[in-house]
C-alpha cells in the first residue's frame, strides 16, 4: 500500500508562487515516475509537469518557463515551485506516482488533492 499526500496550495494573487509538494509513504520496492495533474471545475484532468526516477522532465506547454518539477528520491517526495500563476491556473493538483511494489508489480497511485486558487 503506498499514501502520496500533497501539501502547499492555497490562495495566492495573480503574479504570485507557489510550491506544492507531495511525499509517498507505505510499503514499496521502489517509485518510477512522479507527477503532477491538475483539474478545474467542469475539466478534464490534465499534466502539469512530469519528472522521472533520473530526474528528466516534461511540462505541459502553459507552464513551460513559469513551474518547475524537483524530486528528493531520498525522502521520497516531488515538488511543484510554481511561479507567475494566473487565474487559469486555479484547480486542485493532484500527485502521480509509478512504484513497483514488494511483488515486483508497477501500479500508479493518486494523491488527494491540493487546491490551488489565483486570485485578487
Known amino acids: 500500500q503506498v499514501q502520496l499526500v500533497e501539501s502547499g496550495g492555497g490562495l495566492v494573487q495573480p503574479g504570485g508562487s507557489l510550491r506544492l509538494s507531495c511525499a509517498a509513504s507505505?510499503?514499496?520496492?521502489?517509485?518510477?515516475?512522479m507527477s503532477w495533474y491538475r483539474q478545474a471545475p467542469g475539466k478534464e484532468r490534465e499534466l502539469v509537469a512530469a519528472?522521472?526516477?533520473?530526474?528528466?522532465?516534461n511540462y505541459a506547454d502553459f507552464v513551460k518557463g513559469r513551474f518547475a518539477i524537483s524530486r528528493d528520491n531520498a525522502k521520497n517526495t516531488v515538488y511543484l515551485q510554481m511561479n507567475g500563476l494566473k487565474p487559469e491556473d486555479t484547480a486542485v493538483y493532484f500527485c502521480?506516482?509509478?512504484?513497483?511494489?514488494?511483488?515486483?508489480?508497477?501500479?500508479?497511485?493518486w494523491g488527494r488533492g491540493t487546491q490551488v486558487t489565483v486570485s485578487s
Open positions: 507505505g510499503t514499496f520496492a521502489s517509485i518510477n515516475a
Open positions: 502521480s506516482a509509478i512504484v513497483r511494489d514488494v511483488s515486483w508489480k508497477w501500479d500508479a497511485f
Open positions: 519528472i522521472t526516477s533520473g530526474g528528466s522532465t
